[in-house]
């Protein structure tokens, strides 16, 4: 384990690298305990750096066992090397082949960071800095080098060798029964994308031509039986591809493009070089085992991982504080992807109630830092959604502020002058401010301030005059390390609508409001709109176009009309939230829960609408979440008033739209086959929805529908969705559909996942006991962190009236997991252990036990620096 108290490392203390690393050959001779890996790289000094600077290549926990300077051994007194690093503090020169033979023991890799096993295969992990797990190397994202990568093994263990690039050659090793393949990747690139695997994987295989007519093999490797499950990952690729060409003008540039689907593994998906590594449940999809949100989750992944063939890899990040500059602008381009194969409302909704869950949660909270930190001492705990969603929204803002053109001229730029290098989020900034004209140094501030902005807004009508003036505040509420805020750039984009339900003009003066964004800048500003003729209702953040906590004075009746006719959908959406989310956190506070008929009203016509997309239906109809309305409460929360307030609500939706839902619930059932289409989902989706409200109560009626539902599903979607309303009531129809889950999906992990998490997420007072008592089932694993995620994390995360439970040992258990978990996997230890994001704003009681948690956590010697860094910020 590393030291667990690393020194921070900061932003403004970056230097370009000393020695500069032009070809990297690495010889791999995979052994599951003893793989030895021969590295020969051809050092040269950056003529930028310190003039005499030693050689310093970090490492981690790795054995050397032979050195050699342009082909000569080096005398031990030549060098120095730990399992951390390897110094040359006297160079001979200032350009020279280093030969550095190390072993690597890739089945005690217990991190998964490096080389490690995964179902008796071979793969690694590099990004952010798990090269260094293999040799020593300046392990920088600013050291870029052409990779050539032999790698050897046992032709019965190990028939499959894949590595970066196009393949160059391969064959028996003579005399022996290993076998070879060498790799070579044109490509320069920073030693974080590397990647190899070996193993026995079956092959799926399809191709692609692009734009400008090149051939590109593409292969889907997972464990042999799995093949036609890898499906749907395949024509997701295709889909990527093409409209990349289309969106963005970027092609593929090798020869081949291969993924490779494995059980182990710390995140999503990684995106090597030519050899991107899933986790395999980004991959695997069938009708039978598959949600249509692990549908969408494996169309949006796959894309984003490829997407980042161009924004990450081509042109890669500096430093890694620059990380939201790949990871930021990838997703945004995946939600892009994704809003053009599905439809572009739902999915921004379902992007927004993602970005306030999860981002808006972190931001208001002690983990709360810049999309740009400034300073990590683990970077692993960065890959956040502060960088990568709200990332994302950066970059939308830009495109609303610089419209399509504007926005696309400046991507290219941005690919021109960049193409190849190691880049910042300054050069990003100045593509588009040199492609446009456009002045973004206060745009910036989104890059460094961090905290959710909020933005106030009054509205004056003048009925004499035919204007309507708009009064907006801004203000950043303060955040660790950060007291003072700047008035930042906000996006507005918004309607004025009429009593007839449209939009009246937008117009400044004489001037038409382009595209319909103002441009909010100061820290107070008013619009005066001009030329109407009636009072209008405003529709404000359309699209959500600014990542701000909004604070207008719309009235409930304002927001039942907007979720009548708003012509923005997403704000038809919204309306309808914010009405419930108003009443739910009012009763919540003890107060009277009053707008509820309105509220019953509105969803009442909104279900009734048939010119809406079901899909659309089933998101405005889901109230806003618990987690939503703790953000909301703010402080002194008490999760289980949340959650009775709640649920009421609930009870009463479900009872007064007991016939339309009963309809619609009739309406949509189809004897159709499954297809994983958007339209389809949403049609199951609206369904469920249904089913699942005519269930709140636990009536008969309502539990034998779902009972039927399970029992006759032929698809996950509709199975799950069934269990899942099931799960809810305490009666003996749950125990006996789990147990029949289980019997007929034992065999299949990603889906006894699910059952895992259906049960963590029981919101009873025995479901702390149920979890433990599934730590001991022996399909649940603490070395796989998809069977931890889906069951601790499951419980920590989303089910917050048992884990932050009224005596603490919710709170407790935690704590007890992630501390028998760190040594073994800390990645997977810290992300646990963020659950504690939110907990200074539960009430006095349950706030001191995650605390008392978290300071034991924080107290307990040989922490991982992972852990130690979570733990110490989530206390301070
Ligand atoms: N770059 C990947 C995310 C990723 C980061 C670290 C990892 O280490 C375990 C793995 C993946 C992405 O954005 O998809
Ligand atoms: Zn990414």
């Known amino acids: 384990m590393r030291d667990a108290e690393p020194q921070a490392v900061r932003l403004a203390d970056y230097r370009p690298p000393e020695w500069l690393v032009d070809t990297v050959d690495l010889d791999v001779a995979l052994h599951p305990t003893q793989t030895r890996v021969t590295a020969r790289l051809a050092l040269r000094r950056n003529p930028e750096g310190t003039p005499d600077a030693p050689v310093i290549l970090e490492g981690d926990g790795l054995t050397l066992v032979r050195l050699a300077l342009d082909g000569a051994p080096l005398a031990g007194s030549s060098f120095e090397a730990s399992p951390e690093r390897l110094a040359l503090r006297h160079p001979p020169s200032d350009a020279f082949t280093l030969e550095i033979e190390t072993l690597v023991d890739p089945t005690a890799n217990t991190q998964l960071m490096g080389l490690y096993r995964t179902s008796n295969n071979y793969c690694t992990q590099c990004e952010p800095e798990g090269f260094r797990r293999i040799t020593y190397f300046p392990d920088r994202p600013d050291v870029l080098a052409v990779y050539t990568t032999r790698i050897e093994a046992e032709l019965d263990e190990a028939p499959v060798l894949l590595g970066n690039g196009n393949l160059v050659s391969s064959g028996p090793v003579l005399g022996a029964s290993r076998h070879f393949a060498v790799w070579h990747d044109p490509w320069p690139k920073p030693s974080y994308l590397f990647a190899l695997v070996g193993g026995k994987l079956a092959k799926v295989s399809d191709s692609f031509t692009t734009a400008s007519g090149r051939q590109v093999e593409l292969g889907i490797y997972v464990e042999e039986g799995k093949e036609a499950r890898a499906g749907y990952a395949m024509d997701a690729l295709k889909r990527s591809m093409r409209w990349d060409e289309e969106a963005f003008g970027r092609e593929y540039d090798l020869d081949v493009f291969n993924i490779v689907a494995v059980s182990d593994f710390n995140m999503g998906a990684m995106e090597n070089k030519g050899l991107n590594v899933f986790n395999d449940k980004y991959v695997l999809a069938s009708p039978q085992t598959a949600t249509d949100a692990d549908y969408s989750g494996i169309e949006g992944v796959i894309a984003h991982e490829y997407f980042h063939n161009w924004t990450g890899n081509r042109i890669t990040c500096r430093d890694w504080f620059q990380l939201c500059l790949k990871e930021g602008l990838t997703v945004f381009r995946d939600q892009e992807f994704s809003s053009d194969q599905r439809s572009r409302p739902v999915k921004r909704i379902s992007d927004v109630r993602m970005l306030k869950a999860a981002q808006f949660t972190e931001d208001s909270g002690p983990l709360a830092h810049p999309v740009r930190p400034e300073t990590y001492r683990e970077i692993n705990n960065f890959y956040t959604a502060t960088v990568y969603e709200k990332g994302s929204e950066v970059v939308r803002m830009l495109k609303t502020l610089l419209g399509e053109e504007g926005f696309r001229k400046g991507m290219d730029l941005y690919f021109e002058r960049h193409d190849g290098e190691a880049a910042t989020i300054e050069d990003f900034l100045a593509s588009f401010a040199d492609a446009t004209g456009h002045d973004l140094s206060q745009f910036a501030l989104w890059y460094s301030q961090s905290g959710t902005p909020t933005l106030e807004v009054k509205g004056a009508w003048d009925e004499a005059a035919g204007t309507y003036r708009l009064d907006v505040k801004q203000s950043v509420p303060p955040t660790p390390g950060q007291s003072e805020k700047k008035p930042m750039v906000i996006p507005l984009a918004l309607g004025l609508v009429g009593p007839d339900g449209a939009d009246m003009p937008l117009m400044l003066g004489n001037t038409p409001v382009e595209r319909g964004v103002v441009e909010v800048t100061q820290k107070e500003q008013s619009f005066l709109f001009t030329g109407l003729d009636a009072k209008p209702v405003p ?290 230890a810290s992300r646990l252990l963020s659950a504690f994001k939110t907990w200074r704003q539960l009430e006095p009681g349950r706030r001191g036990h995650a605390e008392a948690a978290l300071r034991r956590v924080a107290d307990t010697p040989g922490l991982s620096p992972d852990v130690a860094d979570i733990a110490t910020r989530s206390l301070g």
């Open 539 to 828: 529709s404000l953040n359309r699209g959500f176009s600014a990542p701000v906590n909004l604070k207008s004075d719309l009235t409930p009746e304002d927001r039942v009309f907007l979720a009548a006719h708003d012509g923005d959908p997403f704000n038809r959406f919204d309306a309808l939230q914010g009405l419930a989310l108003g009443l739910l956190t009012r009763a919540a506070r003890g107060g009277a829960a009053d707008g509820e008929a309105a509220l019953i009203d509105a969803a009442g016509r909104l279900l009734a609408d048939a010119a809406l997309d079901p899909a659309f239906k089933a998101q405005a109809l889901a109230l806003p979440g618990e987690g939503e309305i703790a953000r909301e409460l703010g402080s002194d929360v008490d999760p289980d008033a949340v959650f009775a307030v709640r649920k009421a609500l609930r009870l009463k939706l479900g009872a007064a739209l007991a016939g339309p839902l009963a309809e619609t619930y009739a309406a949509l059932g189809t004897a159709a086959p499954f297809t994983p289409d958007a339209a389809s989902a949403g049609r199951r989706a609206l369904r469920n929805l249904a089913l699942d409200y005519l269930a709140v109560s636990g009536s008969d009626e309502g539990v034998a529908r779902a009972q039927a539902q399970f029992a006759a599903a032929d698809n996950m979607t509709d199975r799950m969705a069934a269990l899942a309303v099931l799960a809810q009531h305490d009666r003996p129809e749950r125990a006996a559909a789990l147990d029949a889950f289980y019997a007929r999906f034992e065999r299949d992990a990603l889906v006894i996942d699910k059952w895992f998490t259906l049960q963590a997420q029981i919101p009873e007072a025995g479901t702390l006991e149920r979890v433990k008592a599934l730590m001991l089932h022996p399909a649940f694993s603490m070395g796989n962190p998809n069977r931890v995620r889906a069951l601790v994390g499951a419980f920590a995360a989303t089910n917050p009236t048992q884990f932050n439970r009224a005596d603490g040992a919710g709170h407790a258990f935690l704590a007890d997991v992630v501390l028998s978990l760190d040594a073994k996997n800390p990645q997977v």
